[in-house]
């Protein structure tokens, strides 16, 4: 039986893979008559199952064998079903030969043999073995029987000339039609052009759209190769490819099949394992196309689908019968839900291929069930194999809506590998457009005198964040350091950035408290109302900042919207909590002062250091924030980095080295 999907697809006559198959066009049961200077040799012929040398002698008595017409089945002519040997015998007089007496010779006569799909044939003219099938040898083996041509010779005087038809099926095929499908006799020249014909008839009802549909399947699959090599995060073309691939091999080995390249037996395992990879890596690409979360579902039908052929080969036949239908069904069942629910979910593309894939998946197991139950005589087998013709060339019904399938795919791959192209393109064009905005957020010089010496370090997870820093130097000497991190990514994130640096930049007041506060206000106002601008990020947006005034005496005034304390040296600072930027209006930030000394260092950095994460999942924290906290600015950005970084790393160092700012013990010492 042929595998859903692959088999059908591809094998285009699947009941003619079985000796039990109706024949292409049923032969007159009239006495031979001539066309076109041949006969067709219908019978009545003898007939017996079984087998002896001896059956082949011309003196052998057959006139106890029962009699039978080429062109019916056996089973209408009264015999049960057999399987292995049986032999056919046909006595020509003289005057049934006289037609052809007007040849040059009688030595130009031939004879065409034509056997139903597998059946092996040895033909014996007068007891003399005059041709045979590839398979019909000492240890015969099942192959697909084309047509074949044996001499004919003429007895000396002009005598009975005694056919006999030696046949042969392997020991697991039940014979109810019959192996020997027609013989014609007739001149060397119309055998050749009835042989050509012949061969002709095979290819149009048996190759030509396998091969058709496989060089389909190829094609889509260098497509797949193509569009996963232009983008590799997306893995659905490589399956895709896969899939196609597993089917132009199945189409590939049936077509060696029916050029009598491979066995039957090899055949049959080729086939089975190649249907059942199909079924499996379809459902890979599948789940990859529309992203389903049904991971372990997917995965128990695939390891199951795999196992099935085993059942085949260690013999149990029967069970696996019923667990190929099954399988089948079940595949097609579930992959019609993933598509159903990536639709219903708002894939438009698995929209698509909804309706062409139920209707394959359902053209593929009723040809599959109808097929079966005609083999168990549950159907008559004039409901098996339906075929469809395009001129000479016949079709099956899963050749015919799998191509449509086939089709569906291309149309929706290539919409889907443009539309991801240009959406690429457009991120593409905002991350260049955000990285020339938070060129201006992050400095590349920072100032420096003779009072503090300043580092820093930005390392960018990828794209473009919300970090952002500034450090401006003021008319009396002191600096006002900002660091702060904006909600979101790409280039809304970077364009608020910019909004609150340009402010800060233009604001008049440079107290840290008053800062915040105006930075506040400036958000609110910046970021639109949900759903006014469809074009603009329309989640709220918010901001942690951080703003410290250092004085070149070693003051320090701190005011802290939500972001992390800075580091003095190696020790976290206690700063009053306050709400992030951008969450309420009219809101008052507390402002707190330190007292810096002469060689401490002051370290502003941002979340991305504290949140880093390892491969076991695990935070680098405060802990070890802590324990670097009063190292170089690079340093501790590039420690965050090998820990595992998962957003973007700011850290900003300032060294005091006024000195004007005394050490507190030294104060202390004074004051004592």
């Known amino acids: 039986m042929l595998c859903v999907c692959a088999g059908p697809l591809l094998a285009q006559n699947p009941a003619a893979s079985s000796p039990t ?11 031979p008559a001539a066309i076109h200077g041949v006969i067709d040799l219908d019978g009545p012929w003898r007939f017996q199952i079984g087998d002896d040398p001896a059956w082949a002698d011309p003196g052998f008595d057959d006139s106890k064998w029962q009699t039978v017409t080429l062109g019916q089945t056996l089973t209408d002519q009264g015999i049960d079903t057999y399987s292995g040997y049986a032999w056919y015998r046909l006595r020509l007089q003289p005057q049934q ?93 119309d055998i050749a052009d009835r042989l050509a014909l012949a061969f002709g008839r095979q290819w149009n009802q048996h190759v030509i759209a396998g091969m058709i549909v ?89 390891i199951s689908v795999l196992v099935l052929p085993v059942v085949s080969l260690i013999g149990l036949e029967q069970t696996y019968e019923y667990l190929s239908i099954t399988a089948e069904v079940v595949f097609c069942v579930l992959v019609t839900v993933l598509l159903y629910r990536a639709w219903r979910h708002g894939s438009r593309e698995a929209g698509v291929m909804l309706v062409p894939f139920f209707l394959a998946a359902t053209a593929d197991s009723v040809d599959t069930i109808l097929d079966w139950a005609a083999s168990k005589h ?22 015919v809506t799998y191509t449509i399938f086939l089709a569906s795919i291309i149309a929706v791959i290539l919409y889907r590998f443009v539309s991801v192209s240009q959406d690429e393109q457009r991120s593409a064009a905002e991350i260049s457009a955000a990285r020339s905005v938070q060129s201006l957020l992050i400095p590349t010089q920072l100032p420096s005198n003779k009072n503090f010496m300043l580092e820093s370090a930005y390392l960018p997870a990828s794209g473009v964040g919300g970090d952002f820093f500034q450090v401006l130097p003021l008319k009396d000497d002191s600096l006002l350091i900002v660091v702060g991190d904006v909600s979101g990514k790409g280039l809304q994130a970077a364009m608020n950035a910019s909004t609150l640096v340009g402010a800060l930049r233009n604001e008049l007041a440079h107290d840290p408290a008053t800062v915040l506060d105006h ?154």
């Open 21 to 31: 198959a109706q024949p292409t066009a049923a032969p007159s049961s009239e006495a």
């Open 97 to 189: 030969l006289a037609q052809f007496g007007n040849l040059p010779d009688n030595g130009s006569l031939a004879l065409l043999l034509t056997s139903n799909s597998v059946g092996q044939l040895g033909a014996y003219v007068n007891g003399v073995e005059s041709g045979h099938t590839r398979g019909m040898t000492d240890h015969p083996s099942m192959y697909q029987s084309p047509p074949f041509v044996v001499p004919w010779t003429q007895p000396p005087g002009g005598g009975p000339v005694v056919l006999a038809i030696r046949t042969w099926a392997g020991p697991s095929i039940p014979i109810r039609h019959g192996l020997l499908d027609r013989v014609e006799l007739g001149s060397q020249d």
């Open 214 to 302: 496989t060089l389909m399947f190829l094609f889509v699959a260098g497509l797949g190769a193509t569009l996963y090599l232009a983008q590799r995060h997306h893995s659905e073309y490589l399956w895709l490819a896969l899939m196609c691939l597993s089917v132009a091999f199945t189409g590939g080995i049936e077509t060696a099949y029916q050029q009598t390249a491979l066995p039957t037996s090899v055949f049959n395992v080729l086939e089975l394992w190649a249907g059942r990879i199909f079924m499996a890596v379809t459902l890979e690409f599948i789940l990859r196309f529309t992203a389903s979360p049904s991971r372990r579902a997917v995965r128990i039908v695939q």
């Open 378 to 399: 549950w159907l008559s087998e004039q409901f098996a194999s339906h075929r469809f013709h395009l001129g000479p060339i016949e079709f099956s019904t899963g050749a």
């Open 519 to 672: 930075l506040n206000r400036v958000l609110l106002g910046a970021v639109p109302v949900p759903g006014k601008v469809p074009e603009l990020d329309a989640v709220p947006c918010f901001a942690t900042c951080l703003c410290a005034r250092i004085y070149p005496d070693g003051t320090m005034t701190v005011a802290n919207a939500g972001h992390l304390s800075p580091y003095r040296d190696g020790r976290e600072m206690e700063l009053a909590p306050g709400l992030p930027l951008g969450v309420i209006a009219d809101i008052h930030y507390e402002q707190a002062t330190y007292q810096l000394n002469h060689g401490e260092r002051v370290i502003f950095l941002s979340d991305g250091v504290v949140e880093a994460t390892n491969e076991q999942g695990e935070l680098f924290g405060f802990e070890r924030t802590q324990q670097v906290s009063n190292e170089p600015a690079r340093y501790i950005a590039q420690t965050a980095k090998r820990f595992g970084q998962n957003d973007d790393i700011t850290v900003v160092s300032l060294y005091v080295a006024s000195r004007t700012a005394h050490r507190a013990n030294e104060e202390a010492v004074a004051a004592g």
